[in-house]
C-alpha cells in the first residue's frame, strides 16, 4: 500500500525556482507517468520524492505520513536511474544484494529474493557478471531487479528506456507494464517521450517549467487536453494549429476565420467568446480528411507510407502546414493538390491570451465520422 | 620477445631510426640502471676492493694460498717478466720495489721480483660479510621495522584521511566547498623547509619528539593525495552514489563499499606515493628522531657516514636492502596504475 500525496512541493536552488508549488495526488497501485519537454523539472520532481533533492517547500505524504526530512534510504522507494548505476566493481548478484545486505536482510532471504527476481527478469544466466560484461538491455534488467528485491512501496523510474534502441525500448516497454500488473505496486515514471507516456500509463502529469499542465488518464488527456501545451505535447504526429478569428459565436459552435480566408467550423462552447477574438485551432491528423471534393485545397509535400498509416505533409499556399494521416494506403502522389476537410466535432479550440481549452460539445470516439 | 625486440621499422633491414631507437633506449637504460647496478656491484666488494684504484666493475680479490711455515694466507702473483715469467707465485713481503716471493709448491726457496714485473691474479669475490656484519654488528632489523613500521602506518593514515576529503570535496556540496579546496591546494606553494619549525614546534609540544607517530602524524595530510583522489573521484557518476542511498546505504557506506572500491586506481597511485615519501624521506625524521633506536633506514645509512671514517662496504650493503622493499612495491603497484591511466582514457 503507498499512496503518495504532494501538496504545494517547491523547489529552489539558489535563486532560481525550479518546482512552483505541485498538487498532485497518486493513489495506490497507479502507473503514473511524469512527461513534458526536457528541464520542465520532471527529473527534479522525481529526486524531491525519493528524497535525493531537498523541499524547499510544501510537503510530501506517504501513506498520509510526512516524509520531507526522510532519507532518501528511510522512505522506502526505490529508483532505476537512467544510466542504470549498476555497482561496477560488484556482480549482477552483488549488485542486487547491496541494498539488501544494507538493511541486514537474513541470507537464505537474500538468496530467495534474488533468484526470484533472476528468474522474473531472466537474469539467471549473468548472476556472476559484472555489469560492464552485459548488454544495454540486460544492464536495464539488472536495474529494475535490483528495485524489484526491495520490495519497495513505491518504485521510481527517471527516463529509464532513453539509453536502449528502438526495438528494445517498446520490449522492455512491455516488460516494465508487466512488472507493473504483476507486483500492482505504486510506480512513478519520468520520460519525455509520449508515446511511453500513452502506453503505459494510468495516469499521465504533463509538466511544463516547473508546474503541472494537466494531469489525468491517458485518452482524456488526449481527447480533453486542457490547454494548447498538452493538446501539442500528447499525440504523435502533433496536432495541426491554426490562428484564427472568430466570425460567429452560437451555442452550436464557432465559426472561424484564419488569415488566408478559409473558413472553419468547431463544435465547441464559445464561453463567451465575441465575434473578433483570437483563437487557436486544433487539428489532429488522423482526423482530417484528404483527397475528398470539399475542404481547402493543400499541396502534398512529401507522403510517408507506413502499409498500414500513411501520412501526409501538406502545405496551403499561404504557408499554413498541416500534417493528416490516413489509415491504410493512399493514391495521393507526392505534389499533387488535394483537398483537406475536417469534422468540426473533432475541432478543439483554444484561447489567443491564455491557451485554455473552449469545452468540447461532443468528446471522444464516440463522435460520428 | 625476441621478435619485438627485434622489430624493424620497414619490412626489410634495421633503418636509421632503429638504430637511432636503440642507441636511445640503450643509453637510457644505462642512465637509469647503471649507477644501481653499480651500488649492488659495489656493495659485495671488500673494504679493501672499495679502495682500489682504479675501480673494477666485479668484486674483484687478489687469490691467496696457505703456505706452510707463514701464519697468513699469502696472496698469488703471476710474474710477467724476467727469467721466472708465466709462473705463479706467493708473495711474502715486499721491500721498496722488489717483492719476496716464494713458489707455493716449494716455500724453501726465495725469488726476489720487481713489483712491476708482477700482476696479481684475481677472482671473483663476493664479500657477503658486508650484508651479514648489517645483522650481526648493527641492528639492521629495528631499523628495518623502525621505517617499515612509519611507512607502513603512514600510508594507511594518508589514505584513509586524504579519501575522506576527496569524497566531502568532490560528492558534497556545502558552502565554502571551493575555498577548502583552493586552501588544501595552496598548502602546496609553501616550501617544506618554512613548515619545518613550526611543526617541530607543535610536535615537540606534544611530547612526540623520538616517537614515530611525530614522523607519522605531520605527513598524513597531503595536498597532492587530496588533488589526485577528488580528481578522481568527481569522475565517479553521482547516480551510484544516489543509487546507493536508494539501496538504504549511509554516507559511510556510500563511501566505503562505492566511492573507495571505484577509486581503487586513484588510490593505488597515492599509496605509492606515500610509500616512496616516508621510506626515504630524510630531513624529517633526521629532526624528529635523535635516538639510536628509534632511527629509520635513512638516518641509520647517514650514521655509517661519520666524521673520520666511512664503512662503505657496510653503507652500500644497506643501501641495496634499503631499495629492495620499495622497488618491490613499484613492481607490484605498476600494474594497477597503468591499468587506472588506460581505464581513464577509455572512458
Redesign the interface.
Known sequence: MARLELRGLVKDYVDLRTIHGVDLEIEDGTFCVFVGPSGCGKSTLL?MI???EEITDGDLLIDGQRVNEQ???ERG???V???Y?????MTVRQNLA??LE??KTPKPEIESRIAEAARMLQLEAYLDRRPTQLSGGQRQRVAIG?AVV?EPRVFLFDEPLSNLDAELRVTMRGEIADLHRRLGNTMIYVTHDQVEAMTMADKIVVLRAGRIEQAGAPLDLYNTPANRFVAGFIGSPRMNFVTCTVETATAEGLALRDAAGRRYLAGVVPDGLTPGDKVELGMRPEHLRVGGEEGHAVEVQAIEQLGGDCYLYCRAEDGLALTAHLSGQTGIRRGEVARIAFDPAYAHVFTAADGAALRRRVVGEAVPA | MLGFLTRTRGRRRADLTDWLAWGFLLLGVLLMLGPVLWIVLSSFKTEAALQEYPPTLLPLATETVVVEGHAEPLPLFRVTEGEHAGRVLAQVRRVGLVAQMIDPADPATRIDVNIAAREPVREVDVATENYTTLFSRFNFLLYFWNSTFITVVATILTVLFNSMAAFALSKYKFRGRTVVFLLIIATLMIPPTINLVPIFLVVSQLGLVNSPWGVIWPAIATPTGVFLLRQYMLTIPDDLLDAARMDHASEWRVYWRIVMPLSAPALAVLVLFSVMWRWNEFLWPLIVLNRAEEFTLQLALNSFQGELQTSWSNLLAMTVLTLLPITIVFAVLQKYITQGIAQAGVK
Open positions: 529526486r525519493a528524497g535525493l532519507r532518501a534510504s522507494l526505490a529508483m536511474f537512467q544510466t548505476a549498476l555497482y561496477p566493481h547491496f541494498g544494507n538493511i535490483r526491495r
